[in-house]
């Protein structure tokens, strides 16, 4: 069957005459003459040139949007615009038909609503077609990076029975009859009873078996989905995301505040160098949506200027105390622009003020450290003054958090005596605080929403467009 060449590969090559055989789906088919033809290794289609007078009609007939065809013939010089080669057919098998009546994608702009609802062929979009080829280069590039710096890259479990980020925001994870529960002597669901023999749930986070096998491999990395039952229904959450989670022993929150920032950038270039094509594509994209704004919300930057500035400028490092007093004494702040107006510190901060940082202030991306202890996790590293915790939140434009880490408890004593504060029972967790008892050491980590990043770099405005199939509250299809 396959024996075909990519279509990304024949455009590259110049035209001698050779004998090509290729397999796509059609796109265009004019003149009873044109066709076309996109494999997805790239959005650019490769013209196939069809001897109308050779072909049968029944087979003409059959050539329509969404059709899926092998074509062989000779590679010509193209005299058309917007190609320089091109394949003038010596056969075209139909492999598989597309009633054009019924086909829902037609030769014409969608809106990505409409292409949310039939997420099951928006692959065959020129949008999709590049941020899913972005994905993957990025997530590729995930690996490299951390390979190259001898990381382990370390398979954490999806099922669990904590909560690491203590928030308590799981999806339960059962086999017992829902409608009819056994019961304990107390009348509480008898849990015991469960497949695991107690209660668990998809993990929220690989945090804590990461930091495990940091404490024996050193430096390790996560790269796996991860769950979370918070009813937002934003723009940036899903309730099923991929997450980067890199954990370094003997590091302290500087060293993680650099590593985060190295990992951005190397990401960032990584696409710059390799994906130029899609990412021009999606800049002219963004401009041509950016238009239809009024002048004042439109952004300055085109798609690829923004993520060349992000390689160019080093991200601002501000502390949450210091970002407080630049919101209190904001103009926006005063003239009451903000939904939540800051006050006090100790606040946590919204996405409309981390945007007010990043894109009014700071102008850049800005990592922010030293949370109040309050609002952050029980195992982040108390600070010498007693309220805050080494904390770090990276925020870039547009996006507003991307990176979420810090420095770890490391003191046994310290980190119990959070978690007695915090109500999570030591039982729950000997095994993390073994870690603690032998062998601790300085430790940090941080965990990286795989899907912001991807918004971020492919310029979308939704991060149900950059995962192929979204789960949101009220929406699991396919
Ligand atoms: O800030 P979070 O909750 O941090 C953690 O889970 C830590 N255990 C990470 C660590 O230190 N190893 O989540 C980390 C990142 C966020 O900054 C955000 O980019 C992304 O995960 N994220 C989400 N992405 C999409 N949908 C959601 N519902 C997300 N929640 C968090
Ligand atoms: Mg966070």
């Not at 032998?438 to 965990?447: I, K, T, W």
Request: charged share 25%.
């Amino acid at each position: 069957m396959r024996a075909g060449q990519k279509i990304k590969e024949i455009l590259k090559t110049s035209p001698t005459g050779q004998l090509v055989t290729v397999m796509g789906w059609v796109r265009t088919f004019r003149n009873n003459q044109f066709i076309a033809l996109n494999d997805g290794s790239t959005n650019n289609n490769l013209q196939i040139v069809v001897d109308f007078a050779a072909t049968p009609e029944i087979t003409l007939k059959r050539i329509t949007t969404g059709a899926a065809l092998r074509a062989t013939g000779t590679l010509i010089a193209s005299l058309g615009k917007g190609q320089t080669v091109e394949l003038k057919a010596d056969t075209i098998e139909i492999v598989g038909d597309s009633d054009p009546e019924k086909y829902p994608l037609q030769p014409k702009k969608h809106s990505l609503e409409f292409l949310r609802e039939i997420a099951h062929l928006r692959f065959r979009t020129n949008t999709f077609g590049a941020v899913f080829r972005l994905r993957n280069s990025l997530a590729f590039a995930v690996h490299t990076f951390f390979n190259e710096r001898g990381f382990v890259y370390m398979h954490t479990p999806i099922i669990t029975s904590s909560d690491a980020e203590g928030a308590g925001e799981m999806f339960r994870v059962t086999n017992l009859d829902i409608t009819n529960p056994p019961k304990d002597s107390e009348g509480q669901i008898d849990y015991k009873q469960d497949f695991f023999g107690k209660s668990t749930n998809l993990t929220v986070s690989g945090q804590l078996e990461g930091e495990l096998a940091a404490m024996a491999f050193s430096d390790i990395y996560t790269f796996g989905p991860t769950f979370r039952a918070e009813n937002s229904n934003t723009a940036r959450h899903l309730a099923e995301f991929w997450m980067i989670e890199p954990e370094m022993a003997f590091c302290d929150i500087h060293d993680n505040m650099n590593l985060a920032e190295e990992m951005l950038q190397y990401l960032i270039a990584h696409v710059l160098q390799n994906n130029k094509e899609d990412l021009e594509f999606l800049s002219n994209r963004l401009e041509e949506e950016e238009k239809q704004k009024p002048q004042n919300e439109r952004s300055e930057l085109s798609l690829l200027h923004k993520l060349q500035f992000c390689l160019d400028n080093k991200f601002e490092r501000v502390t949450y105390s210091q970002a407080i007093e630049i919101l209190r004494e904001s103009n926006h702040n005063k003239k009451k622009k903000f939904q939540y107006l800051v006050d006090k510190w100790g606040v946590d901060l919204q996405s409309e003020h981390e945007r007010y940082l990043v894109e009014k202030h700071f102008k850049k991306p800005v990592i922010l450290i030293d949370y109040p202890k309050e609002i952050k996790s029980f195992y982040m590293r108390q600070n010498e003054d007693g309220k805050t915790v080494a904390a770090m939140d990276i925020l870039f434009p547009g996006i507003g958090e991307i990176v979420g880490g810090s420095q770890r408890e490391e003191r046994l004593d310290k980190l119990e005596l959070r978690m007695k504060e915090m109500g999570i029972p030591a039982e729950d967790l000997s095994w993390y605080l073994d870690t603690r008892r032998f062998g601790s050491c300085p430790h940090a980590g941080f965990g990286l929403g795989f899907e912001r990043l991807v918004l971020f770099v492919t310029g979308m405005t939704n991060i149900r467009d950059v995962i192929p199939f979204p789960r949101t509250p009220k929406n699991c299809e396919f």
